[in-house]
T-cell receptor, first 111, second 114 residues
């Protein structure tokens, strides 16, 4: 069963427009969620984690337990935001943890 | 570069063959994770090692095996290769404990099975 769902494979917006990348999860315990990003020719890297409630590069994400969502938002997209974005859920497995990733959304910010 | 290093970057082989992918974690990181990324499946967790011992197992096929050595580098062995094993294989490492959720990824090894 898919535990992390990113419904959009591709998302295209214009520079300066708001952007929202959707992520929904299913998890019976207390969820911990993350957004990872992979810029062109760079490694996959952590963007932000919900427990930190931080804003990184203008992006924020709020955990909504009622809707089981963790959407990533930015009010004004920039061209350098173009990248692959992955939502990830921390799962406990017999005392150890692993990250379960969604299939990713490719964001393109057009000039 | 003290980041996660993976070798080889690219590998082309034939069905039925066996290959070994190698990963060196970041200096000081004890945990190593292997992920498989194929076109339609996204990043699939395969297996995790912590300080030489298997800690968590995901969707890893029986034809695949891994180990982590005393110097903390890890190898992923893929045998009896099939066309469907063609994918990008990522290694990631994390510091002791995992509760920060931050994994440091390598650049991946792209395997093509012909």
């Amino acid at each position: 069963a898919q535990r992390v769902t990113q419904p959009e494979k591709l998302l295209s917006v214009f520079k300066g427009a708001p952007v929202e990348l959707k992520c929904n999860y299913s998890y019976s315990g207390s969820p911990e969620l993350f957004w990872y990003v992979q810029y062109s020719r760079q490694r996959l890297q952590l963007l932000l984690r919900h427990i930190s409630r931080e804003s990184i590069k203008g992006f924020t994400a709020d955990l909504n337990k009622g809707e089981t969502s963790f959407h990533l938002k930015k009010p004004f997209a920039q061209e350098e935001d173009s990248a692959m974005y992955y939502c990830a859920l921390r799962e406990d497995q017999g005392g150890s943890e692993k990250l379960v990733f969604g299939k990713g959304t490719k964001l393109t910010v057009n000039p | 570069d003290s980041g996660v290093t993976q070798t080889p970057k690219h590998l082309i082989t034939a069905t039925g063959q066996r290959v070994t992918l190698r990963c060196s974690p970041r200096s000081g990181d004890l945990s190593v994770y292997w992920y498989q990324q194929s076109l339609d499946q996204g990043l699939q967790f395969l297996i995790q090692y912590y300080n030489g011992e298997e800690r968590a197992k995901g969707n890893i096929l029986e034809r695949f095996s891994a180990q982590q050595f005393p110097d903390l580098h890890s190898e992923l062995n893929l045998s009896s290769l099939e066309l469907g094993d063609s994918a990008l294989y990522f290694c990631a490492s994390s510091a002791d404990g995992f509760w920060t959720g931050e994994l440091f990824f390598g650049e991946g090894s792209r395997l093509t099975v012909l």
